[in-house]
Structure formats: structure tokens, C-alpha cells
């Protein structure tokens, strides 16, 4: 039994490893250096445009990285870090839209802002004479606004019912379920259903601009009920017990204390669902119509909204077809600026009026 | 016991909560019936169109032929968009939820929510001025390479505007919604799932595919799903990008292009008469009833999802 055994031999420092070797931090870093220029040489040689030099980049990156992560790690890290390329190629092919069009817009529109654009109607406006976008901004304020004077109230009611009356009821179940459903109507069939609810009462052909309001509203319900909703179920259970451990009735307690506390939330969602029915167009061209000039009148006669202005000049400029064309850059920049304008003050508004701690 | 908890339950109600009640009731019935509301009265106003034929059809013999080659343009415009958006937003989503620190994610979501802030009819003017001639090298390549293939048989658009075009703007339009939902989904999945997969050793990538994609793999179905609702039923970008002349074909990139029921409306609703706006409100009907089944299957989904979490 007392054979000699060989000793095992001893491990040396090379051959023990703790780690196992990976490529350095810098190495896509590294990688995406060599890309671009290789890419940018090849380019430059055989004359490909700027988009086929970044194509050929961000191959060459994808097949770079995992390569040489391959010969140095293993293949799981390598396939790993194929996936990190790929996701944020993803993304960087998300942000080119939104760059390009800001640009774009805002390179076109630009020229077309002045005094005069923004304060006169296109009223007896003829060729490239100086026209303005002034009745399609009034009439673009006047629509949305009725729809928010029909929306908010119903919507904000129709959160206070799913979240203080309904609750789990079954009535408040479809409710909840068929708002869901509700936010996906195409805009179109909303203007649509405006058209067909006012041709029963005004005969063929009616256009007026509170059918409009009425088409936005089905489309900006859901989303008021939907961010009550939600901020309504924020409030917390103790604010509502300890009102009612002072004897106020329910009533009083969803409108003194529940409705305040969320109230920040709900003006942020608001003005999100604002942001995002201003710049409709599909209903507005069914049901709003257009005109040349300014129409305050939201009960009869056409109103024309800066969206369908847009429209209009891009696709009908008139003679000659350049003038048209700038004029609706110049109101396309507007609306982007009015939209961007409602997003950010939503949430300076959330900020600003979200319930301090500690108080 | 029992007698104090049933003096509590009749305590009495006072008028203004009787009210208050009633207008809060009142208001989520008036949605039920705004629901409701529309599929009345596009039926009432459509319902002409079903006995119509000729021109208030476009020359169709009957109101199927007329339908059926705008169904067919906006399901594939719409699936051809999907196709396109959902590798993206997905691979977005996981950027903002794992691959940014929780410091940038913030502001990056802010950016791609941008993305849904701009209005649809600016979408439109970029796709006609900036996209269409971008891709029109694209298409002349792909139809001298890969023109074997029925989609790029040719031949090539000069302006552009082919159904290809007006489905990347589509895309780009549906990526939001899809990245928002997805990115809710992902950051909700379990910490301990995340941190058992990584404590075996497991890289990012795995990690995901072990732990986050089986859990978030109904809630992504649904924000596809959810996508595809706002790609059938997208108007303006449509009409103007795409140059549509009705047929029905597979070719993605020449200037005869299918139309989609929303676009088709759009472009000719404000100088319809007569029968041809209840041929186009019928169609608009169609259009309703599709998105309201993609849309009634997707939220079925996401809400069985919650209850077998909850």
C-alpha cells in the first residue's frame, strides 16, 4: 500500500488562473477608432457617400469586437459583446430620425418665421406675395381648446369613478379594459365618427370646427382617464381615512383632499394628452375643414388648423409651388415648437408642483 | 359584533355624495357609450356603401373589391413596419433599462418619447422631403442586386415615395410605443432573478436572455401588438409619403404603390360627395373594427399577464 505516489506537480504561476483573461476597457473604444478610419480611407478611395462610410464603420465594429474578444476570452463574452454592438447601433438608428428631422425642419422653417407670418390669414393671398399662418394657429387653439373643455371634466370623473367608486366592480372593469382599447381608435376613425354624429344634424357635407374638438376628444379621453388613473392610486389611503375619521362626507374628501394631493400628476397628464392631440391632423381634415381666412366661429363654417395648413400648402402649394412649400415648413416649425413647448411645461409643471417631502 | 358593522353599512348617504357619485358613474358610462357611439354611427353612415357600385367606388364592382386592396395595402405597410421597428425598440429598450446608467437613462428615454411628441403630418413632410430621396439609391441598388427577389423587382422609384418609405416612417412613428412598453416590462422584472443569473457567472447578454426575456416575453407580444394597432390605423404619414395608385402587389419599391384604408380616406374624403363618403365611412369601419381586435387581443394579453402576476 505505501507506494510511492507521484507528487502532483506543483502549480506553477502561469498556469493557475484567478483570471481568466479578457480584453481591456478601451478595446471597442480601440476598435471603433480603427473602424472609422479604415472605413473613412476605403470610402474616400472609391468615393462611397458619408451614409456607406458609417454603414461599412459600423460592420466592421460588429465583426471587429467580437473577433478579437473571441482569440483573447471565449466565445460566450465574445457573442456578449456582439450584442452590446448591436443594441446600440439599435439605438443610434432610433436618435437619426429625430435628428435629421429636427434639423430639417428647423433649417426649412426658419427663413419663413417673421412678424408677418405669424399675424396675418392667407386671406387673398396670391403666388409668393407674404402670407401668414395667423388663422391656422388661432383656429388650432380654439379647436383644442373646446376638446380639452369636453375631455378634462369627463375624464377626470371617469378616473375618480375607477379609482373612489368602481373599484373593482364589474362595470368599472370594462371600463378600465375599453379605455385601454380606446387608445388605440386611428385618429381618422375618430373624425370619421365626428362626421357621421353631425351629418345627422347639419345634412351633408357639414364642416365645422367643434366637430373637430368632438373627434380630439375621443382621443384625448382615454388618456386623461388613463393618468388620474394612475395618480389617483397614488394618493395615499391614510389622507383619505383620516378625513373621514373627522366625519367629512366622501364627496368632500375626493374633492378637498384626494383631488389636491394628485393634482400635480393630473395637470402633467393634462397637458401631455394636450401636447398630444394639437398636433392631429386626419380628424381635422375630415370634419374642421379649411379655409383662407380667420373663422372664431367654432359652430359654423370651416376652420382651418395649423396640421391641416400643413397639409394643404405642402401637398396643394399653388403657383408658384415653392412659396406654398416654405410657408408650410414655417408653420410645421411652429407646431413642433408648440408641441415641444406643452412636453416641457408638463414636466416643469410635475416638478414644480409634486408634493414636497417632509412636509 | 355583527349589529355595529350593519349600523355602519346604513349610515345614512347624504345628498352630495349621491351626486358626486352620480356624475363620477356618469362620466365612465358616457366612454362606454362614446364606444359605442362609433360603431352606430359608422355603421349607419357606411351602410349605403354595401349597395353601391361604379364610380362612388372607384369603378369597383362592389364594395368588397373595393376594400379588399386598401386592407391589403395597410396590413403590409403596417406589418412591413413592424418588421422594422421591433428589433429596434427592443434593442432600445434595453439600452435604457441595463446598458445606461440610471443617471442618462432618464434622458434617454426623454428622447426616444420625443419621438412620439412630433406630430404625424410633420412626419409626413420629412418623409416626402428628406427620407424619400435619402433611399433612393438604396432602391436603385436593390433593384439591380437583389432584383431576383419578387419584393425589389423594380422598377425603382424616382421620387422615392414607395410603400417601403412610408413603412419606415411608420416604423419610426410605432418605436416609442413599443420602447415604452417594453422598457416598463424590463425594469420590472425580478432583481433576484437578474442577480442569480449573474452570481453563476452568466455576461450581460446571457443574463438577459436567461432571466429577463422569459419573464417580459408576454409583455413584449402585447407592445408589438400595441404597435401594430397605431401602424393600421396611421393617416397623414401615409398619405403623403406614399404615392398609391390602388394595386395590389408585393413590389416594395417601384411608384405603383397599394394603398391603405386611413391614407385613402384622408386623400379623398374633402372633396367626396354622395354615395363615396359612405363608401369611404364603410371603410373607415373596417379599419375601426381591425385595430379594435388587434388592440382588444393585446390588451386581453397584457391583462391576463397581471392577473396570474398579481
Redesign the interface.
Known sequence: MATITPTPPTPTRSSMHLKTPSLPRWAPLLVIAIAVAASAMLGLLLGWGP?GIAVVAVVLYLVGVPLWSRLVEDG??A??RM??G??????V???I??V??IW??VA?GLPQINAEFLTYSMRNVIGDQQGGIYHAIMGTLLVTAWAAIISI??????G???V???KTSR??R??T??????????????G??A???F??FFG??VRMGFGGSVALS?LM??IV?RSTEEMLKLVPDELREASYALGV????T??KVVLPTAMSGIITGVTLAV??I?????PL??IA??TDGLNMNMFSEPVTTL?VF??FS??QPGLPPEAGQAR??GA?LV??VI??AL?LGARAIGKFFAPKKGR | MSTTIATRDKAPR?R??V???G??????????V??A??AL??T???FPALGASGAALDGAANFLDYVWPLVFGTLLAAILALLIAT??????A??IAF?TPRRISGV?GY?????A??????????G????GP?LKPLYQWLEEYLGFLPFFAGPASSTGRTILTASIVLA?MV?PII?AISREIFTQTPQLHMEAAMALGA????M?KLSVFPYARSGMVSATM?GL??A?????AVA?VLSASGVVTFNLISSTNPSTI?AN??LN??EA??LK?NA??AS?LV??VI??A???A??AI??RTERERS
Open positions: 451614409v460566450r463574452r457573442k456578449d450584442m452590446t448591436l443594441v446600440w447601433t439599435a439605438f438608428l432610433a436618435l430620425p429625430l435629421t428631422l430639417k425642419v426649412e371634466p369627463v375624464g377626470i370623473f371617469c375618480i369613478y375607477l373612489e367608486y368602481g362595470l368599472a370594462w371600463i379594459f375599453l379605455v385601454d382599447v380606446m387608445t388605440g381608435i386611428p385618429s381618422i376613425v375618430a370619421l365618427f362626421y357621421a354624429l351629418v345627422l351633408e357635407g375621443l379621453i382615454p382617464v362626507p366622501k364627496w368632500r375626493v374633492s401636447a398630444r394639437i398636433g392631429e391632423t386626419a381634415l375630415i375643414g379649411k396640421p400643413i397639409y405642402y401637398t408650410a415648413w410645421a407646431l413642433i408641441v415641444m412636453n | 347624504r352630495g355624495d351626486i358626486f357619485a356624475i363620477a358613474r356618469g362620466a365612465g358610462i358616457a366612454i362606454l362614446a364606444l357611439g362609433v354611427f359608422l349607419l353612415e357606411g428589433p429596434l425598440a427592443i434593442g432600445v434595453l439600452v446598458y434617454v428622447m426616444i418619447d420625443l419621438l411628441a412630433v406630430p404625424s403630418v410633420v412626419y409626413g413632410l420629412w416626402i422631403a428628406f427620407l435619402q419610426i418605436l420602447t455576461t450581460r447578454w446571457e438577459i400595441l394597432g397605431r393600421l390605423g396611421e393617416t397623414m403623403m386611413a380616406i384622408a374624403f374633402p360627395t354622395g363618403v369611404l365611412i373607415g379599419l375601426f385595430t379594435f388587434v388592440n382588444f393585446a390588451r397584457v391583462a
